[in-house]
């Protein structure tokens, strides 16, 4: 009984980090960049999908040549994070990411975006992934 309730607590523990490791100190968004997640609103269900984000200027012109980032995770402990990356943009500054919703639920998407001349901005979405 002893040994199952410290395996239960270095269980819990071990849960608690996978679950927090990305709740990093989220950077002051670059006023300048104005990074959208266009397609947030549909419906987002488990399998593969394509995210398209937008990035433009503050006054509102495209941005190309940026890498944009997105890592997944579950707000329930035990998941792999599932990360996804697009570059370049097109010319109206749009960025399609691949992304594979491993599971449904609960997701905080982080998503990051990196333009040419190192500026970086990060925005946070919470959505919830239905299953098929
Ligand atoms: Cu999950």
């Known amino acids: ?15 608690l980090v996978g679950c927090r490791q990305s709740a990093q100190p989220t950077p ?15 419906p987002l269900r488990v399998g593969m999908d394509a995210l398209v984000f937008t990035l433009k200027n503050a006054r509102a012109e495209p941005i190309r040549g940026a890498v944009i980032e997105v890592r997944g995770d579950m707000t329930h402990a035990g998941m792999v994070p599932v990360d996804g990356k697009a570059e370049g943009g097109t010319e109206d500054g749009r960025y399609v990411v691949p992304f594979e919703w491993t599971m449904s639920g609960d997701w905080i998407v982080t998503v990051r975006a990196t ?8 925005r946070r979405y919470d959505v919830q992934v239905r299953s098929q």
């Open 1 to 15: 009984m002893k040994h199952f309730l410290r395996a239960l607590l270095i269980l819990c523990a071990l849960s």
């Open 28 to 42: 002051t968004p670059d006023p300048d960049i104005q990074l959208e997640w266009l397609n947030s609103d549909k």
């Open 115 to 122: 333009l040419p001349d190192g500026r970086t901005t990060q």
